[in-house]
Every structure is written in structure tokens, then in C-alpha cells.
């Protein structure tokens, strides 16, 4: 079993910075990619962010140059640097991650989600 549980969201001011941090643990052999993704209200979920276990980084155009994703391989964690946040950003998140488990198997995980918010 592998549990994914994200943090870190929020109430902040247009403008504002918010770090989003997502862990994953139970039975997991390697983490191929992570990602962040968010939902708002009436909306799709989109991507918005993800990272190859090798650190190649690719992001939504609505984010480009203000978000950041990095991760550390040997906690299992991934983190989303939230700079210059616009109301529009106002969504749930929701990490994502692509375990290989050591009973052989390959799923997708996701967290619970983390409810950021930007007020204008």
C-alpha cells in the first residue's frame, strides 16, 4: 500500500508565496514521477507542474517562471515553490506519484489534496 500526503496550503494575498510539500510512503521500490496538479471550482483537474525521478522539470504556461517543483528522492518528497500568486491560482492540489512497489507492481497515487487560496 502507499499512502501520498500533501501540506502546506493556504490563505495568501495576490503576490504572495506558498510551499506545498507532498510525501509518499509505504511500499515503494522507486518513484518514476511526481507531480502537482489542482482543481478549482467547476474546473478540470490540470496539470500544473511534474518531475522525472532524473529532475527533468515540466510546467503549465500559466505557471512558468512563477512556480518551482523540486523533490528529494531520498524522502520521497516533492515540493511546489509558489511565487507571485494570482487569485486565478485559487484551486485544491492534488500530488501525484507513479510508484514501482516491491510486490512488482506500477500504480498512480494521489494525495488528499491541499486547498490554496489567493485573495485579490
Known amino acids: 500500500q502507499v499512502q501520498v500526503v500533501e501540506s502546506g496550503g493556504g490563505l495568501v494575498q495576490a503576490g504572495g508565496s506558498l510551499r506545498l510539500s507532498c510525501a509518499a510512503s509505504?511500499?515503494?521500490?522507486?518513484?518514476?514521477?511526481m507531480g502537482w496538479y489542482r482543481q478549482a471550482p467547476g474546473r478540470q483537474r490540470e496539470v500544473v507542474a511534474v518531475?522525472?525521478?532524473?529532475?527533468?522539470?515540466d510546467y503549465a504556461d500559466s505557471v512558468k517562471g512563477r512556480f518551482t517543483i523540486s523533490r528529494d528522492n531520498a524522502k520521497n518528497t516533492v515540493y511546489l515553490q509558489m511565487n507571485s500568486l494570482k487569485p486565478e491560482d485559487t484551486a485544491v492540489y492534488y500530488c501525484?506519484?507513479?510508484?514501482?512497489?516491491?510486490?512488482?507492481?506500477?500504480?498512480?497515487?494521489w494525495g488528499q489534496g491541499t486547498q490554496v487560496t489567493v485573495s485579490s
Open positions: 501525484n506519484a507513479k510508484v514501482s512497489t516491491y510486490y512488482g507492481g506500477l500504480g498512480t497515487y
Open positions: 518531475i522525472t525521478s532524473g529532475s527533468t522539470t
Open positions: 509505504g511500499s515503494i521500490f522507486s518513484i518514476n514521477a
